[in-house]
């Protein structure tokens, strides 16, 4: 059966889209596959990528070992919660960037202070 999508619904779209659900959970509000839902708005001229937020590319960092005991204290972390220290790592990476914490976990305010952002 074919899922029947109001104009009302595809007008939401983009407002959903901005609050941060993605084509798949957007597909399932409305009772179709996320395929179909991509069909029907590329139709109506409707793109389903977050306009404000830039493409996800991976990160790759210099090679920079942790010291014995950090990487003891990493992985003591990671395995209390659960993750791998990769998974730990970037949570805190996140955590940092989310809530702008660099001068706090620094604290080397010169350094990070003059530190612009790629535009």
Not at 38 to 67: A, F, T, W, Y
Request: with cysteine; charged share 30%.
């Amino acid at each position: 059966m074919k899922a029947k999508i109001s104009d009302e619904m595809y007008a939401s779209i983009p407002g959903l889209l901005a609050e941060g659900y993605d084509r798949k959970q957007i597909a399932e509000m409305f009772g179709t596959s996320w395929q179909s839902l991509q069909v029907m708005c590329c139709r109506r001229g409707i793109p389903l990528r977050h306009r404000d937020r830039p493409k996800m590319r991976k990160l790759s960092l210099p090679p920079e070992p942790l010291n014995l005991r950090n990487r003891h204290v990493l992985h003591q972390k990671a395995q209390a919660l659960g993750i791998g220290e990769a998974a730990l790592a970037t949570k805190l990476l996140n955590m940092i960037i989310r809530d702008d914490l660099f001068v706090a976990v620094l604290d080397d305010n010169d350094r990070v202070m003059n530190v612009k952002e790629d535009a």
